[in-house]
């Protein structure tokens, strides 16, 4: 999974306190309370920042007013969106009710300008997307960029800021070649206008790098990646989480060329500081630990690899739901372990159940759907004499190299299976040529 940035509000560069929240996990004997009004009563969340435990419980209702007192007595909207605390902006339950509240807020005012309720909008389109419904973000999207195209024009910030991030939703689609032709107009737009080192260049560079993985070109995108992730690490300072979105891209990369080492180590290092910086059950977190299990399932250290991506899968379900698509990627990757561990029956049922869901929400030929169909298929094959089982591999195969081409690791993945079978597949000008691990499945890219 790679991390997809976002930015219809600026990122603040500066990270936030490292000790927000401490190692408390809310765990303990006491009771939560609210940070805002020190209650204990009535229903307390996490804010989903970088404040957990304790720091982070909050009354949702209770930050809800914080955020229009704010609005009010100070005129920023910051709070509607981002930790007063730690700087970090909201995630899970608390990012999506404050935004709606902020739309619905901006909807009954008449005096509020057309920039605000359109960033408004554009808050709440990301919400949506980070809860899995790609359908609304994008709708949403298309409506805020349409609306800043026609008031400011193409290359004006507002319009470069919504065009990302439709871009992030067509990409996470599975619309790869529209994401890319889109990003490739915000990051010329961006470098001429702000610089090659500025934040939403550096935001663009890491979007497009992941687009240019998905289409199989791993090279240019180890190539951006490591640039954005070298130059974020020098200008925010190593604990700063973007620099770790770009690190996980990064590694994400490296795995589709087949460099497992370097892969697995940024990896580690990505889950050693987004544990300690974010906390363990961070979406970020989370992707980091998912994409490190599967880097170790690849390797064959399948035991450590089920403990990792079981812990994952688990919060996933717990904060996201089961059918949000890092719940549902993470699962074919916990499926594919259980297999290697020789539970088949349990793989079969798992595989089936994502398999049906990802068909249902994200429609059959999504990348993450031809993804978990090509495990699936293989799974079920009973033997090298299985004409039947072979047959709904190959047909897995052929879907793969029509919607994702050659060059993409699930293809290579489902084509090393039809040989290691001993079926023939001709040679065509586009086959990739560049190494890859045997088993390789594509690790999480996500917003």
Known sequence: MTSTECD????????????????????????????????????????????????????LECLLALAVHEEDTRGSWSAWSRCSTCKECFTGAAQLRLAQARVARVDSRP?????????????????????????ESEKIEVEVYSAYKESYGEEDSRTLRAMNNLASTYRAQGKFAASAQIQEAVLAARTQKCGEDHPSTLSSMNNLASTYGDQ?????????????????????????????????????????????????????????????????????????AANLGEYVHIQGRHSEAKLLLQDAYDKFVASLGPVH?????????????????????????????????????????????????????????RGDDDDAGLARLSASYQAQLRVLGPNNVVTRRTETMLRSRGVVIALTETTNSSTAPESAEVPLRIR
């Open 216 to 288: 199989g070109n791993y090279l240019d995108a180890v190539r951006i990646q490591r640039r954005v992730f070298e130059t974020r690490q020098r200008m925010l300072g190593e604990d700063n989480p973007d620099a770790w979105v770009s690190a996980n891209n990064l590694a994400v990369s490296l795995y589709g060329l087949g460099k497992l080492d370097e892969a697995e180590e940024i990896a580690q290092k990505t889950l050693k500081v987004r544990n300690r910086v974010l906390g363990t059950s961070h979406p970020d977190t989370l992707i980091a």
């Open 325 to 381: 698509f890092f719940t549902m990627y993470t699962a074919t990757t916990l499926a594919a372990t259980i297999f290697a561990l020789g539970q088949v029956e349990e793989a079969e049922r798992l595989l089936r159940e994502t398999h049906a869901k990802q068909e249902r929400i994200l429609g059959p030929e999504h990348p993450n759907t031809l993804r978990t169909s090509g495990i699936l298929a293989n799974s079920l094959v």
């Open 8 to 59: 219809n509000v600026e990122l603040d560069v500066l990270g936030g306190p490292q000790g927000a929240g401490g190692a408390d996990d809310g765990t303990g004997p006491d009771p939560l309370q609210c940070t805002i009004c020190l209650g204990d009563d009535g229903e307390i969340v996490q804010r989903g920042c970088c404040c957990r435990g304790h720091a982070g419980a909050v009354h």
């Open 111 to 135: 005096d509020v300008d057309e920039d605000d309720r359109l960033a408004a909008k554009a808050d709440l389109a990301i919400a949506i997307f980070d809860h899995g419904n790609l359908s």
